[in-house]
């Protein structure tokens, strides 16, 4: 029997010695000696062994890269929605914070019973409710057929009393920009002969309170509107004294 021998790659080796099963040779390859099962050892070199082997692992490579192709175009087809989507969100204030809601990220938010009446500010771990102290008061989303979404919190935990307009924000300095902006509306609105908003002493308040400054025109439109009121009642008295003199006459 030849001592020159041949794995499956075509590598020589010569044989040594037979030892449990294994042989003991010499690879020319790196110049060194090593145990080789006798049954991956060969007379000549298994060229068609081999190139059928290759024949296969290039199907399996050719499969692989179908596969890894199919697998990019889903991811970037899943990047695509998912930025259709993130752009859809935005299009609303209220989801504008919708993963950080769903993560937990919500700090604080800014809340409006009506609005005629100025901004809050309250952290959500003093939104509990009144009748279960561990309980946070229920946050829900409304919406309508028009597309118009609203974050509404409800007086308790359970859904049930009355609850107020919010707008979910994951600083403070959020809550205080967002309210500097509800500021600026309101302002803009109230000195517009058009709009329903009236300019209110409650509002001056408040924005001292923030430290808000805001246009002297607005002091102004609160006294001229108080100045209105006042002569509308003195009117209003005067013909209420008159009916009560005729009255007394007859």
Not at 100 to 115: E, F, R
Not at 170 to 191: C, E, G, M, P, Y
Not at 197 to 221: F, M, S, T
Request: contains cysteine; hydrophobic residues 40%; charged residues 30%.
């Amino acid at each position: 029997m030849s001592d020159r021998k041949f794995d499956r790659h075509g590598n020589e080796y010569r044989v040594a010695e037979l030892r449990d099963g294994q042989r003991l040779v010499w690879s020319q390859f790196d110049d060194s000696l090593q145990f080789v099962a006798e049954s991956e050892l060969y007379d000549e070199p298994p060229r068609g062994k081999v190139d059928a082997e290759i024949a296969s692992r290039r199907v399996i490579l050719k499969e692989l890269n179908l596969a890894i192709r199919a697998r990019r175009d889903a991811l970037n087809a899943f990047k695509e929605d998912s930025e259709a989507v993130k752009t859809r969100l935005k299009q609303h204030e209220a989801l504008k914070h919708l993963d950080a809601l769903l993560s937990g990220g919500i700090t604080h938010y800014v809340s409006q019973h009506y609005d005629w009446q100025p901004p809050k500010i309250t952290a959500i771990a003093d939104a509990r409710c009144e009748y279960n102290r561990d309980g946070l008061k229920l946050l829900t989303l409304f919406g309508n057929s028009k597309g118009n979404l609203s974050f509404g919190l409800n007086k308790y935990c359970d859904g049930a009393g009355s609850n107020a307009t919010v707008i979910p924000c994951v600083a403070r300095v959020d809550a205080i920009v967002l309210v500097h902006k509800i500021f600026a509306t309101h302002v803009q609105n109230a000195l517009d002969p058009e709009h329903k908003a009236k300019p209110a002493r409650e509002w001056l308040a408040a924005a001292e309170d923030w430290n808000i400054v805001l246009d002297d025109k607005y002091a102004l439109a609160i006294e001229e509107r108080e100045a209105l009121e006042k002569r509308k009642q003195i009117t209003d008295l005067k013909a209420k004294l008159r009916t009560l003199e005729a009255e007394s006459t007859t």
